[in-house]
């Protein structure tokens, strides 16, 4: 069962301009993470925020956390080529760990 | 250098055929998983450690086995493979508990026919 669920599935944008991605999951976590994968290879951790955080910043990523709404969304600011690639979130539901299916990201030239 | 590593990173092989696939970490961590990836359906945990002789289903552990002898390994088993088990395998670690950041293994590409 989906724990995780990334909107939009697809987003083209102009190099440069800013990339918003959201995930909404179904039960109560203790985090919530973001993950990027490169065409097949293996995911690559990004942030983490806690369920008694609001918001967070990583360079030029910004990650919030809704926990009323069950929902998280994720910025990329100033977007580069090498941005291009699939974005997961992941949620914890007891000891498991639930990806959604991802945003699929690309960057235009 | 800290990582993990999944070894075949490629397979090819034919129904029935009982096969391993290795998993390895060198951090330290409590926590190892399995998960398979499938287009449109993202990733999806097959098994799941949280320490040395403690392992657990995930969402989809249907002919599947695992083992966790040693803290570092983490073997996925596959006793009699099928097509519908031809995937993209991920192996991955974490300090402590799951929902902390997992490091992840390059992956193994198994192809069932």
């Known amino acids: 069962s989906q724990q995780g669920e990334e909107d939009p599935q697809a987003l083209s944008i102009q190099e440069g301009e800013n990339a918003t991605m959201n995930c909404s999951y179904k039960t109560s976590i203790n985090n919530l993470q973001w993950y990027r994968q490169n065409s097949g290879r293996g995911l690559v951790h990004l942030i983490l925020?806690?369920?008694?955080?609001r918001e967070k910043h990583s360079g030029r990523l910004r990650v919030t956390l809704d926990t009323s709404k069950k929902s998280s969304s994720l910025l990329i600011t100033a977007s580069r080529a090498a941005d291009t690639a699939s974005y997961f979130c992941?949620?914890?539901?007891?000891?498991?760990?639930?990806f959604g299916k991802g945003t699929r990201l690309h960057i235009l030239p | 250098e800290a990582q993990v590593t999944q070894n075949p990173r490629y397979l090819i092989t034919v129904t029935g055929k009982k096969l391993t696939v290795t998993c390895s970490q060198n951090?330290?961590?409590?926590?190892m998983s399995w998960y398979r990836q499938d287009p449109g359906l993202g990733l999806r945990q097959i098994y799941y450690s949280m320490n040395v002789e403690v392992t657990d289903k995930g969402d989809v552990p249907e002919g599947y086995k695992v083992s966790r002898k040693e803290k570092r390994n983490f073997p996925l088993i596959l006793e009699s493979p099928s097509p519908n088990q031809t995937s993209l395998y991920f192996c991955a670690s974490s300090y402590g508990q799951g929902y902390n950041e997992q490091f992840f293994g390059p992956g193994t590409r198994l192809t069932v026919l």
């Open positions: 925020i806690r369920s008694n955080e």
């Open positions: 951090m330290n961590h409590e926590y």
């Open positions: 992941a949620t914890d539901r007891d000891d498991k760990i639930i």
